[in-house]
């Protein structure tokens, strides 16, 4: 029954590497979100999609490239991975009002 | 642009204990407010959240925030923490009108309370 479900759960991987990472929803959310979390915990916003399109994009490199299928599902690709991508990524979705956001369970990726 | 403030860095207390977490946010127009609490290897819970109406807001598991518009605050409060509320906690904020859906973390306080 969970709501907001992301894969992998962990991911350690090499520098130079391209890899994705994966999250759905069940809410019937009509808005999801991916949000970086530093080794200092520090939580900011990514990227942002209403109905498949982007609204939100913060000034985040080209490497990141998210994409949604459909309402359900927002995946996020990163290309020629690099020691400072090291972090917990967490997806979290919302009505469309974008209150009250409901996270997953996070990602943490290494990058060696 | 919005921005939260959240003074603490490390608070340590021990169980029964009352506590306050300090949150200022900055912005112009009308916001929403919210604490998140993330406990150790786990994901962000919603706490409690204000939109409208009686500043004192009630949350989950014995929570409590202030809003108060003049001061750019909304404090959390607990009158008793217990060991299981150790965990990092998070106060953000949201222009409450418009198409706006970005929420702005403050970069969180950890609690740890000592048994």
């Known amino acids: 029954d969970t709501a907001v479900s992301q894969t992998p759960k962990y991911l350690v991987t090499q520098m130079g590497n391209d890899k994705s990472i994966k999250c759905e929803q069940n809410l019937g959310h009509d808005t999801m979100y991916w949000y970086k979390q530093d080794s200092k915990k520090f939580l900011k916003i990514m990227f942002s999609?209403?109905?498949?399109?982007?609204?939100i994009n913060e000034t985040v490199p080209n490497r990141f490239s998210p994409k949604s299928p459909d309402k359900a599902h927002l995946n996020l690709h990163i290309n020629s991975l690099e020691l400072g991508d090291s972090a917990v990524y967490f997806c979290?979705?919302?009505?469309?009002?974008?209150?009250?956001?409901?996270f997953g369970p996070g990602t943490r990726l290494t990058v060696l | 642009a919005q921005s939260v403030s959240q003074h603490n860095h490390h608070v340590i207390l021990s169980e029964a204990a009352s506590l306050e977490l300090g949150c200022n946010y900055s912005?112009?127009?009308?916001?929403?407010l919210f604490w998140y609490v993330q406990y150790p290897g786990q994901h962000l819970q919603l706490l409690l959240k204000?939109?409208?109406?009686?500043?004192l807001v009630k949350g989950i598991k014995g929570f409590e925030a202030e809003f108060i518009k003049s001061k750019f605050s909304f404090n959390l409060r607990k009158p008793s923490v217990q060991w299981s509320d150790t965990a990092e906690y998070f106060c953000a904020v949201k222009n409450s009108g418009g198409s706006n859906y970005k929420l702005t973390f403050g970069k969180g306080t950890l609690l740890t309370v000592n048994p």
């Open positions: 999609y209403n109905n498949k399109e982007l609204i």
């Open positions: 204000y939109f409208s109406g009686d500043p």
């Open positions: 912005y112009g127009g009308t916001v929403n």
């Open positions: 979290a979705s919302s009505q469309s009002n974008g209150n009250e956001q409901f």
